[in-house]
């Protein structure tokens, strides 16, 4: 028996372009154009609906990162242009996030370093790029001025912006022409809000990616689930200050204390199935973005994909 | 004394006149918007003398537009000025000014021109510029007269010196101008657009020294079109000029363009944040009270015209703290006095309601209740540290500013503890209750076509809607029509926003389809209808908040109320715990309703079921209440006795007590329609 995948709904998800070609003024080899679902993630039938993209999450200062993955990957974490390439060649992700961790420091003040990281990491990958910027409401005006610069011409995904701070980021994206992240603390009528005052100060909604907060599986990923699905919702029933395509990532993930306190014999294992159980559940409640940490993660979630859709939907280059 | 209106005139003709004369072709280097001033208003390319005067003649001899070529036609031949000059600055620079003003890091932009009668003056105001987040640019004398006075400039200085003649500062409005095309989406030839963003969104602001040509005064009068306020020191009369004086300028500048520095810090020795808010001072604890019953108190906020009141000043009339003695009680009148340019006299009761929250924030400080029932106390902690009367005062000035940017621009706070004088100012304070408490009660459904939402409480009940009207407040209580309103213009984007009622459905159930419409968008296609009045027929939605639960009691025919405070069982064999659990979190429940008490008093309560007289019960305590408001109301209303038909737990605990009750007394909802 036939059902009507649509229901009643009659809106669908904004598009969102990330990345950008030669053609399209960057240097990227491919661009990807993610939004536009018209239903629930994985119901959609017509040919060449997209399945989410797996981004590989790295950082310029590895203090700040998980052992489990710096143990994985070795001296690579200390070269974030050597990381994003072999990110891209080896690990098979379709985008690169980088964390400008070393932004975390105390009274950090280099802000040219940043740059020259973008930069060097834009030179290292041609994937598209998702930039995280400071932690530091006192340096976010300089950093973000720097990323967005930096990244002139390539379409960025630049994170994060919050109720309290998003000034500075999307004075970033409307100068440059990226798109921002808008993170809200796993709250629809938040993640609305947020998306409305970044629409007043002038961003456009096809520049907006939503991250409704990820908990990780175990540790309050339900109430990410459940935002989620309400912001799908909301958005397919015809709210468009929440049909934007929403990008998760569980940073906790690999620090909850079944993967801590595992043994070393299979802590690796167990950190992998985490990631990418919380990943792929993340993927059936809406993300379009998953992600990750441990390279071992993304062949999984790969493989769960292709066998719950067809390919990604790539809009430029190969 | 220049008089500007005739010297737009002649400037007007002399610039029309040199236009004509223009040779040769010129352009500007790094920049994709060509002129940018001609290009956004018409989207064509100006580089020589034909599409100059076509551009010229498309603007209707806009004088910006004249002084824009004529600039860059004298650029081309003579070169480009010598540092410190910028001239024309390039679109990777202004990419970056664009991202500090979105950003906030600017506040907003300035261009100062004309020669300073002392470099003294003009270095205070940029000083004051500098101070208060502003970018400046600089053409024409104005910029050696600052450099004589060692003023240093630059962009880190935020003082920019476009050019050493007055004309230089049409660079200004190109800046201005492609802002507009790569923040604001104007796109060029689109001049309605652009003339809005300027308006609304350029905070921009020019200040005029004397001695400008005719030319240049045209030139700078024709910044008026983008909605900048041109403001005159000396020299100049007539126009649209305002004239000021060096003390004023900046601040007379930025307050006519909305432009506002943030208050961050609050200047007293304890400490303010909503963190304290819920933290009461028990009497040990106290240092003083005031009011409570046990001195009189009272507080008023009013509005003012802004140059009747000082930002920020406090005044105390009568003893400071260190002449009370310890845990004793004090007279206090707390008088707050506001002006803003978009503040309105309605806003007053709300923003007074802010009075509470805000001295509650305060660690040491404590209040409850309203108006001229207030109760307010200090703590002995607070005083050792060294608070003050004055600091609740200095408390207040900085929140009010700092919640309210949009609204007020200037707060100013009177604090009398001397009790003749606090005595005389309540009689006033008692004539502004009774005249707003008039404004409010006086208002019908009828009289208005817009309501007000509120959806504060999806976030834990997604689809639930408030449809709040003058007679139907918020079913917490805790929101009016008019608070909406206000909320509304206060936060266009926030939880409250108007709905227009539309043509009518129903008139007894109270049904629009204005309402409907916006209901369903936002229960989020949820709730299709929902009738105001009526509890029975597609009755709003309940998130959790109610004061009180109204519903059916079919045996009777009628309809009880119950209260949040009351803990027993009612008639309908639930206690209102059950009842809330049962019809709350967003749900539309046919029967049952969730209301204020306010509500109870309105004519609109229970229209759909045919009025007031279908209420069979309440709480005792919920009728003592209302008792003395409610019974005048049904006197006025033909009905004195029906006060009295109203059961409670007392009389009718259950519902055959009920029965047996409304048969005796022979209450009128036995003999009405039936409800099912």
Known sequence: MAYDLHFDWSSSITEVMLGATKAEGGTRRLSYRIGGGTTLPFLETTQGSSAPLIAFEICDNPQYWSPIVRNYCGDLVNDCGEWAKTADSGYGSDMIRLYLTSTRQRNFSDIPSVGKTVESVLSNTSLPLIIEGSNEPKIDSEVFLKCGEAGQGERLLLGTAEAGRYRSIAAAAMAYNHSVIAQSPIDVNLAKQLNILLKEIGLSRDHIIIDPYTGSLGYGFEYSYSAMERIRFSALKGDTDLAMPIICSAVDTLTVKEIREAGPAIQDDIAVQWEFTTGLAAAIAGSEIICVRHPKTIPLLRKAFASLKSGKNTIGGQ | ?676
């Open chain 2, 1 to 676: 004394m220049t008089d500007v209106e005739l010297a737009i005139k002649k400037g007007e003709s002399q610039l029309k006149a040199e236009i004509t004369k223009i040779e040769g072709t010129f352009s500007y280097e790094d920049t994709a918007y060509h002129l940018p001033i001609s290009y956004a208003l018409t989207g064509i390319p100006v580089y020589d003398r034909i599409t100059s005067l076509d551009v010229f003649s498309r603007t209707k001899d806009n004088p910006l537009v004249a002084s824009e070529c004529i600039l860059a036609k004298e650029t081309a031949q003579e070169g480009k000025e010598v540092s410190p000059y910028t001239g024309f600055i390039g679109d990777s620079i202004i990419r970056k000014l664009g991202y500090s003003l979105v950003d906030g890091s600017i506040l907003g932009l300035a261009l100062i021109v004309g020669s300073p009668k002392s470099s003294g003056t003009a270095a205070a105001i940029c000083r004051e510029l500098q101070e208060k987040y502003m970018l400046t640019f600089l053409a024409g004398p104005v910029v050696p007269s600052l450099s004589s006075a060692g003023v240093k400039l630059g962009l880190d200085y935020r003082l920019i010196p476009l050019g050493s003649k007055t004309l230089h500062g049409v660079h200004f409005v190109d800046i201005i101008a492609r802002v507009a095309m790569m923040f604001g989406g104007v796109t060029p030839g689109d001049i309605n657009r652009l003339l809005t963003y300027a308006a609304e969104r350029a905070k921009a602001i020019v200040i005029v020294f004397p001695g400008l040509s005719d030319e240049e005064i045209a030139l700078v009068d024709g910044m008026r079109v983008l909605g900048f306020p041109i403001l005159s020191l000396g020299d100049y009369s007539g126009g649209a000029w305002i004239p000021s004086t060096p003390e004023e300028i900046v601040s007379t500048g930025m307050e006519s363009k909305g432009i506002r520095v943030n208050v961050t810090a609050i200047p007293i020795p304890m400490g303010c944040s909503p963190a304290f808010e819920g933290k009461s001072i028990r009497k040990e604890e106290m240092y003083v009270e005031f009011g409570g019953g046990r001195s009189p108190a009272f507080e008023l906020l009013c509005m003012k015209n802004s140059n009747e009141i000082v930002d920020g000043q406090v005044t105390v009339i009568g003893p400071e703290i260190d002449s009370m003695v310890e845990g004793s009680a004090n007279p206090l009148a707390i008088i707050i006095e506001v002006a803003g340019k978009t503040m309105k006299k309605d806003y007053e009761p709300v923003l007074e309601r802010r009075i509470h929250n805000f001295v509650n924030y305060g660690e040491g400080s404590w209040h409850v209740a309203q108006r001229d029932l207030i109760w307010v106390r200090l703590s002995k902690e607070a005083v050792a540290k060294g608070v003050k009367i004055e600091h609740l005062g200095k408390l207040l000035a900085s929140k009010f500013r700092m919640d309210f940017p949009q609204l007020l621009d200037a707060v100013s706070v009177t604090l009398i503890t001397d009790k003749e004088k606090v005595l005389a100012a309540k009689k006033e304070a008692e004539l502004v209750y009774e005249e707003r408490d008039a404004r409010i009660k006086g208002m019908r459904d009828g009289d208005v076509n817009i309501y007000y939402s509120c959806t504060l409480c999806q976030t834990f009940a997604p689809n639930h809607v408030c449809v709040i009207t003058p007679e139907r407040p918020a079913l917490c209580g805790a929101i009016s029509w008019l608070d909406g309103k206000i909320a509304y213009e206060m936060s266009p984007s926030g939880a409250n926003q108007p709905i227009e009622k539309g043509p009518e459905i129903n008139a007894q159930n109270g049904e629009f389809e204005g309402v409907n419409r916006f209901v369903k968008k936002a229960s989020h296609g949820e709730i299709d209808r929902c009738s105001l009045y009526s509890v029975m027929e597609y009755p709003m939605t309940c998130c959790g908040c109610f004061e009180c639960i109204a519903l059916m009691l079919p045996e009777v025919n009628g309809i009880m109320v119950v209260n949040r405070e009351f803990k027993g069982l009612t008639p309908s064999g639930m206690s209102f715990s059950t009842l809330a659990g049962t019809i709350g979190g967003g749900a539309q429940t046919p029967g049952f309703a969730g209301i204020s008490k306010g509500y109870i008093l309105s004519d609109r309560f229970l229209q759909g079921e045919g009025g007031i007289e279908r209420l069979v019960w309440m709480p005792a305590q919920l009728k003592e209440e209302l008792k003395s408001r409610l019974s005048k109301k049904l006197a006025e209303q033909g009905k004195p006795d029906l006060f009295d038909k109203i059961a409670d737990e007392t009389n009718a605990a259950t519902i055959e007590d009920l029965m047996v009750y409304m048969d005796r007394i022979k209450h009128p909802a036995l003999t009405m329609k039936p409800l099912v």
